[in-house]
C-alpha cells in the first residue's frame, strides 16, 4: 500500500463494517456501567462520572476538530497526506500537555466545578489521561478518514476489548474512582501504540516533513468547524455542569444515568456520519448537489427505521429499563431518561457531513450555535436555584431540538431541496407511523405483564442463583420484562415493515429469518408469504 491510498468502498459497506465494529465494541463494554454502579457507592459513581465528565468532554473539545480534518485532506491531497498527518498529531500532542501541566498545577479548577475536595485530589491523574487520550483517540478517525472501514473495525473492537478487560478489573479488584483513571491510562498507552504502528506502516515518513504553510492552512480549514464542535458539546453538555455545581455527587449520579446515551443509538448515526463527510466532499467538489440529497435521503431513512421504533419502545419501558440497567437506587433517573430520549426523533436531520463540505455553512453554524448556547446558559444560570434536575434537561434538550431544526432549514435551501424531493422521505413517515402502531399495542401487554413477570424473574434468580443481591435481582427481573415487551414490539413492527415496503428488497431476507424465529410458524408463515 502506497502513501495510504486504498481502494475505495461503498457507502453501504463501509456504513456496515463500522456499526458491525461498535456493536461489537459496545458488547464488550457493556458490562462497565452496570458493574460500577453495583460495585461502588453512589456518592463514588457520581465522582466517578464528574471526572469522565471533563475527562470525554476535554478530548472532543480540545483538539478543535484537527483530527477531523483528516477526513477533508487525505480525500484531496496525494502528495501532501503525510505532512497532513503529522499537523494533527503536534497539535493534539501539544493541547493534550497543556490541559495535563493545566490541571497538575491548578487542579481546583475541576474541584469547584463540582464543589468536590475528591476531584480537586484526583485533577492531576485526570490530566495525563485526557493527554493520553487526546492523542490515541485519532487511531479511530485516521483509519476511516483513509478509507479503510475494516481496518477501522478491527481497531475499535480491539480499543474495545481490551478497555473492557483494563477497566474491568480495576472495579473487580479495587472498586475505586483512581484504580479506574489508572486503568484509563493503560488503555490509552496501549491504543497509542497501535496508532504508531499504523500510521509507520500506512504513511511511512510522515514525520519527516512539516511545512508551517500548511499548518496553518489545515487550521485555518480545521478550527471553524471545531469552534462549532466545541459549541456542539458545550450546547449538549452544559447541563451537567450547572447539576454539578448545585447538586451533590450522589445527585449527580442520578442525573448523569438518566442522560445515559442509549446502547448502540450513536453508534449508528456516527458508523453513517463518519463516511457520509469524505463522500460529501467529494460531490461538493463536482456540484452534484442531487446525488448529496439522494444519499442523506437514504441516510435519514436508515436511522428512522432504527430510531424511531427505538424511542416509542423506550418511552413505554423507561422505568424499567433503568432499574434492569443500573438497579432501584436510580429510579429517580428514569425521568430524566424519558425526557433525554425526546432528541432520537430528531437525530436523523443529518448535518455535520453536509456543512463540512461548505465552508460558508460552517461560519452561519457557528453563528447559530453561539446565539443558542448563550441562550441556554441564560436560561440555567437563572433558573439553578428553581430548576430542579428535570426542569434542567428540559432546558437542554429544547436547546438541541432548536438549534438542530433551524441547521437542517439552512441545508434544505442551500442544497436547493423541493417538493420533488419529499418522496424520498416516505419510508420516513412510514417508519413513524409503524412505530406508534407497535408502540401502541406493546403498552398494553407490559402494562399488564409487568409486574407478573417482573416477579417471576426475580423468584428465578432467588432460586437458580441463590442469590439475594438487588442488582442481580433488578437485572434478571428487568431483562425478562424488556424481552417480553421487544418480542410483542419488534414481529409487529417488522412485519409491518415488511408489507409496507419500508425495508428494501436486498435487505428482506435477513428481516424474513429473523421474523420466523421471532414468531410461531402458524402466525409467521402466512404474513412472511405475502411480504416476500
Request: aromatic share 14%; glycine share 8%.
Amino acid at each position: 500500500m502506497n502513501n495510504g491510498e486504498t481502494p475505495k468502498q461503498s457507502l453501504k459497506s463501509q456504513s456496515a463494517w463500522l456499526l458491525a465494529a461498535k456493536i461489537i465494541g459496545f458488547g464488550l463494554s457493556f458490562a462497565l456501567p452496570l458493574l460500577i454502579v453495583r460495585y461502588m457507592a453512589q456518592e463514588e459513581v457520581g465522582h466517578y462520572r464528574e471526572a469522565f465528565q471533563i475527562i470525554t468532554n476535554a478530548i472532543v473539545i480540545l483538539p478543535l476538530g484537527f483530527s477531523m480534518s483528516a477526513y477533508y485532506y487525505l480525500a484531496r491531497e496525494t502528495t501532501r497526506r503525510g505532512t497532513a498527518i503529522l499537523n494533527i498529531l503536534l497539535f493534539n500532542f501539544a493541547v493534550g500537555g497543556l490541559a495535563c501541566a493545566t490541571l497538575y498545577f491548578y487542579p481546583e479548577i475541576i474541584g469547584n466545578l463540582f464543589q468536590s475536595d475528591e476531584l480537586t485530589r484526583l485533577g492531576p491523574k485526570i490530566g495525563v489521561v485526557i493527554w493520553i487520550w487526546i492523542f490515541s483517540t485519532f487511531l479511530e478517525t485516521v483509519a476511516i478518514a483513509n478509507q479503510e472501514a475494516r481496518v477501522a473495525t478491527a481497531f475499535i473492537i480491539l480499543a474495545n476489548l481490551s478497555k473492557a478487560v483494563v477497566m474491568g478489573a480495576a472495579i473487580l479488584i479495587f472498586a475505586t474512582v483512581e484504580s479506574y483513571i489508572y486503568a484509563a491510562m493503560i488503555q490509552g498507552i496501549f491504543q497509542t501504540a497501535i496508532l504508531v504502528w499504523y500510521l509507520t506502516t500506512r504513511f511511512p515518513g510522515f514525520w519527516r516533513r512539516f511545512e508551517p504553510s500548511f499548518f496553518v492552512e489545515q487550521m485555518i480549514y480545521a478550527v471553524p468547524f471545531g469552534l462549532i464542535g466545541t459549541l456542539w458539546i458545550l450546547q449538549n453538555d452544559i447541563h451537567n455542569y450547572f447539576v454539578g455545581y448545585k447538586f451533590s455527587s450522589s445527585e449527580f449520579a442520578v442525573y448523569a444515568y438518566g442522560c445515559f446515551e442509549v446502547p448502540l443509538v450513536a453508534m449508528l448515526a456516527e458508523s453513517v456520519t463518519s463516511v457520509l463527510i469524505p463522500r460529501m466532499n467529494e460531490l461538493q467538489q463536482r456540484g452534484d448537489t442531487d446525488e448529496m440529497i439522494r444519499l442523506t435521503a437514504r441516510a435519514m431513512q436508515k436511522l428512522a427505521f432504527f430510531y424511531f421504533p427505538i424511542y416509542v419502545f423506550l418511552l413505554i419501558t423507561s422505568k424499567t429499563f433503568i432499574i434492569t440497567l443500573f438497579t432501584e437506587n436510580y429510579v429517580e433517573s428514569a425521568s430524566i431518561f424519558v425526557v433525554n430520549i425526546t432528541i432520537l426523533p430528531f437525530s436523523i436531520l443529518i448535518t455535520d457531513p453536509i456543512v463540512r463540505s461548505y465552508k460558508e455553512l460552517g461560519r452561519l453554524l457557528l453563528g447559530l450555535r453561539i446565539v443558542v448556547l448563550g441562550g441556554l446558559v441564560t436560561v440555567l444560570y437563572f433558573g439553578l436555584e428553581n430548576f430542579g434536575m428535570q426542569g434542567m434537561i428540559i432546558a437542554a434538550i429544547s436547546a438541541i431540538v432548536l438549534e438542530k431544526c433551524i441547521a437542517e432549514t439552512v441545508i434544505v435551501r442551500r442544497l436547493g431541496v423541493g417538493r420533488r424531493h419529499l418522496s424520498l422521505l416516505t419510508k420516513v413517515g412510514k417508519a413513524a407511523v409503524l412505530s406508534i402502531v407497535a408502540g401502541a399495542i406493546t403498552y398494553f401487554a407490559y402494562a399488564l405483564s409487568q409486574d407478573y413477570l417482573l416477579n417471576l424473574g426475580e423468584y428465578f434468580a432467588r432460586l437458580v442463583l441463590s442469590t439475594t443481591k438487588l442488582g442481580i435481582l433488578n437485572f434478571v427481573g428487568g431483562s425478562l420484562v424488556i424481552l417480553a415487551s421487544a418480542s410483542v414490539f419488534t414481529p409487529i413492527y417488522l412485519l409491518g415493515a415488511l408489507l409496507w415496503g419500508v425495508i428494501e428488497d436486498g435487505e428482506k431476507d435477513a428481516v424474513i429469518d429473523a421474523g420466523r424465529h421471532l414468531m410461531p410458524k402458524r402466525f409467521s408463515g402466512p404474513l412472511i408469504e405475502k411480504a416476500s
